[in-house]
């Protein structure tokens, strides 16, 4: 009688489905891990994208609402305090605040006379979010 | 045979989790970038806002400016001047080679490098001079033809509201036709003068071409060749604009923008123009009151308008006026109907009302002195309550509550018991703006009421929104009682200090604010109309009636138009390039009014913007 070509299977010993799942457990793992921190790498990015909208929001609105003769004379700053001293509609929207995708950005705004350019006014907005998240923008105005 | 499988599968995983983080990272690297690249435009507009700052004091500007900090340190910017790099060319006749080939004349090429958080960004900027028209520079009067003036006439010139610096106001004809009387000034009565502060400037050496009788003037030039007039293409820019939306109706004020009317027009009321107005007209154009806020108005014919009843304390209002045929400012008599009505009303009026011109002029001459001292009980002080409030108490001229108290009222309320005439209503509307209480505050309200609120936080955010021109009310009692409790007699027993004038520009700049205001604003000749900005013409220019100018008047005639007569003088016949003052007409030129002039249109404009 010939030898049969192919063996029978044997099927997977236990020791080796056991290294197999622990591997695979291991590298899952660590692909989790992984993937959650580029999630909130992401998100981080996202937040940070609309931080800036907000940001050129403001900006943009200062400009259609009037630019440098909106901008109050000498020095000071709007942190959203109640009560809060705005002076003929400044700052505008959407100081003190806008809340997008559930996450809220706070603005904040200091403005400055120039010092030598008796006809320049400097604005720097900050908007915050979460616990650290925090973008700048400045731009100045003349007449 | 599992072992393997589950490599595999992992190796799978590892490449497609490579794959997702690199796009996480991307993604933030790219968010990260596009946020200092935004930052960096921005600061490139902080660069541009200084820049235009820069060009208007001095328009040849041209020094390097390396890693300047923005004014709140967010970025800094460098702005080279070479062939390779930014070109000023604002000034110059013919191009100048730049970075992409010739800058044409009357524009800027400016190269902005910016850094923000250690990333650079560059953006090119093309300016120009959008109206063509050079900045002034002390040119209270030109004409090219004849300049006539009678009566009571000043002109003088100061930097801007808040400057203190005095300005030449020149009076300039460029004709060379070398006549008798090119330039000349008569009174009307035998009190009349005549003030120039600058040059008066003809071609010429006709001894009598320039007949100034007793005049005093600055200076005078007789140059060989004549200085060249400003060009506004005033036709050509009506021409290109009639497709704009039609003028709102008289009554509301007109918003940012630009709007025309293709044929003569009466604007009946004062036409307010707000935050930057462009209006073309194709005709003949009425205003049967003013033109005041910020904007320009071209109009392809003839222009007739009264002035204003007030004026702002800022040169953030000032309109630039371009008419290709003759203006005509008319103003109303109202001193003289002032006079009229006191004497008319007889009793306590004359004194009145002749003691109120007294303490116009008087409060003027003081503050005025060098080194007054301002204080909260001075001299000036008891002569504004005397004017705003029902005190005479103190008066340096006497304890007389019958002439001396309640001054501007008092005159309101006989005014108000007139029939209605344009007269009456435009100075009704004049006794408003000097002072018109506020209900609930009925000491505050006009020029000469007490600022508003009480203690020094409203004292000086009314000192803020006085300078930055939101107001006039409570002017004079603010900014005086400020300069008293900080640097006058009152300042050893104030908690305000020097250190308080800081954000104002100092005390310099303050007194300047109160004696420049007030020079325009004339008190003593309350019956005067302002008109606030540029006035440039290709016909002629005449002004009668206390008319009091803020800017300046170029009248640079088209030989092809005819010769024209005003309205309220209809027996003088006067030539395209042609300027006439009659009967009391101040010119005060204020170097920041007039290059500021034409709101939308102002000087310098961004044509084109590229980001690199």
């Given at each position: 009688m ?5 063996r029978p299977?044997?099927?997977f010993?236990?020791a080796e489905t056991?290294l197999?799942?622990?591997?695979l457990a291991?590298a899952?793992?660590?692909v ?14 996202q ?6 909208e907000?940001?050129?929001e403001?900006f943009?609105n200062?400009?259609t609402?009037?630019?440098y ?9 709007f ?8 002076v003929s509609?400044f700052p505008?929207?959407?100081y003190?605040?806008i809340?997008?995708?559930g996450?809220?950005?706070e603005?904040i ?6 010092s030598?350019l008796?006809?320049v006014r ?5 908007i915050?979010?979460?616990e650290?998240?925090r973008?700048?923008?400045e731009?100045?105005?003349s007449p | 045979?599992i072992?393997?499988?589950t490599l595999?599968?992992?190796s799978?995983?590892?490449m497609?989790?490579?794959a997702?983080?690199?796009?996480a990272?991307r993604?933030?690297?790219?968010t990260?970038?596009r946020a200092t690249?935004?930052s960096?435009?921005?600061?490139a507009e902080?660069a ?11 328009p040849?500007w041209?020094?390097d400016l390396?890693?300047?900090k923005t004014?709140l ?7 080279l001047?070479?062939r390779?790099e930014?070109?000023n ?11 992409y ?10 190269r ?11 953006v090119d900027v093309?300016l120009s001079?959008k109206?063509?028209?050079?900045p002034?520079n ?5 004409g090219?033809?004849?300049v006539?003036m009678?009566?009571?006439v000043?002109l003088?010139?100061v930097?801007g ?5 005095t300005v030449k ?7 060379k036709?070398d006549?008798d009387?090119m330039?000349?000034w008569?009174?009307?009565?035998s009190?009349d003068?005549a003030?120039?502060?600058?040059t008066?400037?003809l071609?010429?050496t006709s001894a009598l071409?320039l007949d100034?009788?007793?005049a ?8 060989s060749s ?9 036709l ?7 497709s704009?939306p ?11 923008g630009?709007y025309?009317?293709?044929t003569?027009?009466?604007y009946q009321?004062?036409l307010?123009?707000?935050g930057g107005v462009?209006?073309y007209?194709?005709?003949d154009f009425?205003v049967n009151g003013?033109?005041t806020?910020e904007?320009s108005v071209?109009?392809s ?5 009264k ?8 040169a ?24 009229n009505?006191a004497d ?7 004194a ?5 011109q007294?303490?116009?002029?008087e ?6 002195a060098?080194g007054?001292?301002f ?15 029902n005190?005479?108490y103190?008066?340096?001229n006497?304890?007389?509550p019958?002439?001396e108290?309640n001054?501007?009222s008092?005159m309101?309320a006989?005014l108000?018991?007139?029939?209605a005439s ?9 006794f408003?703006?000097?002072?018109q209480?506020?209900?609930g505050?009925?000491l505050?309200?006009g ?9 020094d936080?409203?004292?000086?955010q009314?000192?803020r929104?006085?300078q930055s021109?939101?107001t006039?009310d409570g002017?004079f009692d603010a900014?005086?009682d400020?300069l008293?409790?900080t640097?006058g007699a ?8 020097e ?5 104002f520009?100092g005390?310099d700049a ?11 604003i004339?008190l003593?000749?309350p019956g ?6 540029k ?6 220019f005449y ?8 800017g300046?008047i170029a009248?640079?005639?088209d030989?092809?138009?005819?010769s024209?007569?005003p309205?309220a003088?209809?027996?003088l016949?006067?030539n395209?390039g042609d300027?006439q003052?009659d009967?009391?007409?101040q010119v005060t030129y204020?170097?920041?009014v007039?290059?500021a002039?034409?709101?939308a249109?102002k000087g ?5 913007w590229l980001?690199?």
């Amino acid at each position: 009688m010939a030898r049969p070509l192919i063996r029978p299977s044997s099927g997977f010993s236990i020791a080796e489905t056991i290294l197999a799942v622990g591997l695979l457990a291991v590298a899952l793992l660590a692909v989790i891990g992984v993937f959650l921190s580029g999630l909130e790498m992401s998100r981080k990015s996202q937040d940070k994208a609309i931080a800036l909208e907000v940001g050129q929001e403001f900006f943009e609105n200062l400009k259609t609402a009037g630019g440098y003769s909106t901008i109050p004379p000498g020095a000071g700053r709007f942190d959203g305090t109640v009560p809060d001293s705005q002076v003929s509609g400044f700052p505008p929207p959407p100081y003190p605040s806008i809340e997008v995708n559930g996450v809220s950005y706070e603005i904040i705004v200091h403005y400055e006379q120039h010092s030598s350019l008796a006809e320049v006014r400097a604005v720097m907005t900050e908007i915050h979010w979460g616990e650290t998240g925090r973008t700048t923008l400045e731009t100045s105005f003349s007449p | 045979m599992i072992l393997v499988s589950t490599l595999l599968l992992i190796s799978v995983l590892l490449m497609l989790l490579a794959a997702a983080l690199q796009s996480a990272r991307r993604g933030s690297f790219t968010t990260q970038t596009r946020a200092t690249s935004v930052s960096g435009l921005y600061v490139a507009e902080s660069a541009l806002a200084e820049m235009k700052a820069r060009f208007k004091i001095n328009p040849d500007w041209d020094s390097d400016l390396v890693a300047v900090k923005t004014p709140l340190e967010v970025g800094e910017y460098t702005i080279l001047f070479s062939r390779s790099e930014s070109v000023n060319n604002l000034n110059g006749s013919g191009t100048k080679p730049g970075p992409y080939g010739d800058v044409q004349p009357g524009c800027i090429l400016l190269r902005i490098h910016t850094t923000v958080q250690e990333r650079d960004r560059t953006v090119d900027v093309v300016l120009s001079n959008k109206n063509k028209v050079p900045p002034s520079n002390g040119e209270a009067l030109l004409g090219t033809g004849k300049v006539k003036m009678l009566g009571e006439v000043s002109l003088s010139g100061v930097g801007g509201y808040n400057d203190p610096a005095t300005v030449k106001a020149d009076l300039i004809s460029t004709s060379k036709a070398d006549e008798d009387g090119m330039i000349s000034w008569a009174p009307i009565d035998s009190l009349d003068s005549a003030l120039i502060t600058g040059t008066v400037e003809l071609p010429g050496t006709s001894a009598l071409a320039l007949d100034l009788g007793s005049a005093t003037v600055g200076d005078f030039s007789r140059p060989s060749s004549p200085r060249t007039p400003p060009v506004v293409d005033i036709l050509g820019q009506v021409a290109k604009n009639l497709s704009h939306p039609a003028l709102p109706a008289p009554g509301t004020t007109v918003p940012a923008g630009r709007y025309s009317l293709p044929t003569d027009a009466v604007y009946q009321g004062d036409l307010v123009l707000v935050g930057g107005v462009d209006l073309y007209v194709d005709g003949d154009f009425t205003v049967n009151g003013s033109i005041t806020g910020e904007g320009s108005v071209y109009v392809s014919g003839k222009t007739t308008l009264k002035g204003s009843t007030a004026i702002m304390s800022s040169a953030d209002s000032s309109v630039a006026l371009y008419s290709h045929d003759s203006v005509e400012l008319t103003g109303f008599e109202g001193t003289e109907y002032m006079k009229n009505l006191a004497d008319n009303a007889g009793g306590d009026f004359p004194a009145l009302w002749a003691n109120t011109q007294r303490d116009g002029r008087e409060i003027l001459q003081e503050i005025s002195a060098p080194g007054y001292d301002f204080g909260l009980t001075s001299a000036a002080d008891y002569r504004m309550a005397s004017l705003g409030q029902n005190e005479s108490y103190g008066h340096p001229n006497g304890n007389n509550p019958n002439v001396e108290a309640n001054k501007l009222s008092r005159m309101a309320a006989l005014l108000a018991s007139q029939p209605a005439s344009p007269t009456q209503e435009f100075l009704q509307k004049k006794f408003e703006f000097l002072r018109q209480p506020i209900p609930g505050d009925e000491l505050a309200g006009g020029v000469f009421g007490f600022y508003g609120g009480a203690g020094d936080q409203d004292l000086l955010q009314n000192v803020r929104d006085i300078q930055s021109g939101l107001t006039t009310d409570g002017l004079f009692d603010a900014v005086n009682d400020l300069l008293a409790k900080t640097v006058g007699a009152d300042a050893a027993s104030s908690p305000l200090t020097e250190d308080d004038l800081k954000e104002f520009g100092g005390e310099d700049a303050l007194k300047a604010l109160l004696v420049n205001s007030l020079s325009a604003i004339s008190l003593d000749r309350p019956g005067t109309s302002y008109f606030q900005g540029k006035i440039v013409t290709h016909g002629s220019f005449y002004a009668g009636h206390e008319v009091s100018i803020v800017g300046s008047i170029a009248a640079v005639g088209d030989p092809t138009l005819s010769s024209s007569s005003p309205i309220a003088n209809p027996t003088l016949t006067l030539n395209p390039g042609d300027i006439q003052l009659d009967g009391g007409t101040q010119v005060t030129y204020f170097d920041d009014v007039v290059n500021a002039a034409g709101g939308a249109s102002k000087g310098l404009k961004v044509h084109h913007w590229l980001a690199h």
